[in-house]
């Protein structure tokens, strides 16, 4: 180890060496990265502005499109430089700081998904009391608690790489730093790390996953009760949004994780990560428009009656 370099900087080798591809990738994701602001913001905005969307539904969804906006701020700007850049490095503090803040990002994200689903759940099973336990105070706590819980996650898994030291290799085939591809350039014994990202893992993702999927458990139990068919379509109709959500970031991140890790999967990763922390952040704000008749109410009234919102 004494004759080793000690590395200070890292090489991110993003999607493609290919000149000409990279300025048509970075046209295409530039493209994506304005789009997923604008409609998360207008979304905020949207919400904020229109009294009738001020019941805890939407105040979870404004929370949501505020983190996808975190999300994709995190990696896009890195992203779309190196794409253009003849240096396409990033510092060891930069990569340890994109990991953290990407870390708390994706982990609040889950745990709002899952306020949104007991939302839902108390909306659907018992909604003769929805007025008193989602209560203001009850959802800010909820908000509050997904955040907590992220800030906890990526602390976790931070902390020990402050201290690290990395030598050897300073190339990360990934378009962004993401733990399991900072810890193999270590030189210290990093199996103490990946102990503590799977640990995490399981119990951060197992926790908010099972709670979104007793919640819906019980709510496709009380639909199913319903008898008439325009009643269960109506009870449907308010979570079938939520529900497309979740099902595209847990499929992705299911498959992210439980892939098996090796050199001959590492393109499939970065389509992987690219389905959870890019196009997520772009098609929340857009399922929700065109799922949701409020949303589309709301936008038609503020932006006028698009034919696509119809």
């Known amino acids: 180890m004494a004759n080793q370099t000690i590395i200070t900087e890292f090489i991110l080798l993003g999607l493609s060496s290919d000149p000409h591809l990279q300025v048509f990738l970075f046209l295409l994701f530039l493209i994506i990265f304005a789009v997923t602001l604008l409609g998360n913001a ?7 502005m229109e009294a009738g969307l001020q019941s805890p539904m939407f105040f979870f969804l404004s929370h949501l499109a505020f983190v996808d906006i975190c999300y994709s701020s995190i990696t896009l700007p890195k992203m779309l430089e190196n794409f ?44 003769l009391h ?11 706590q909820l908000v509050g608690g997904s955040w ?14 402050v201290n690290a030291q990395f030598c050897g290799s300073n190339i ?18 990093h199996l103490s790390n990946y102990i503590v990202l799977l640990i995490s893992e399981v119990v951060f993702g197992l926790s908010s996953f099972l709670l979104t999927l007793v919640s819906y458990i019980h709510i496709i139990s009380t639909i199913l009760k319903i008898h008439t068919a325009e009643g269960r379509n109506k009870a449907f109709s308010t979570c079938s949004s939520h529900l497309i959500v979740v099902g595209l970031f847990y499929s992705a991140a299911f498959f992210g994780y439980m892939k098996p890790s090796s050199d001959s999967f590492i393109e499939l990763d970065k389509v992987v990560s690219i389905q959870y922390s890019i ?32």
């Not at 207008?42 to 904020?48: G, S, Y």
């Not at 930069?94 to 889950?110: D, H, K, L, N």
């Open 84 to 127: 253009i850049a003849k240096n396409k490095t990033i510092s060891q503090k930069g990569c340890i700081t994109q990991i953290f803040f990407f870390s708390q990002c994706a982990c609040a994200e889950v745990f709002i998904l899952s306020a949104m689903a007991f939302d839902r759940y108390v909306a659907i099973c018992d909604p």
């Open 42 to 48: 207008t979304i905020i905005v949207v919400i904020r």
């Open 148 to 161: 907590s819980m992220g800030f906890l996650y990526a602390m976790v898994n931070v902390l020990p790489l």
């Open 279 to 310: 196009l997520t952040p772009l098609l929340n704000p857009i399922i929700y428009s065109l799922k949701n008749n409020e949303i589309k109410m709301a936008l038609g009234k503020r932006f006028g009656n698009f034919r696509f919102l119809k």
């Open 172 to 189: 990360i085939n990934h378009f962004s730093c993401e733990l399991p591809s900072l810890l193999p350039l270590s030189c210290s014994d």
């Open 130 to 140: 929805y007025s008193t336990i989602m209560k203001k105070t009850v959802c800010r």
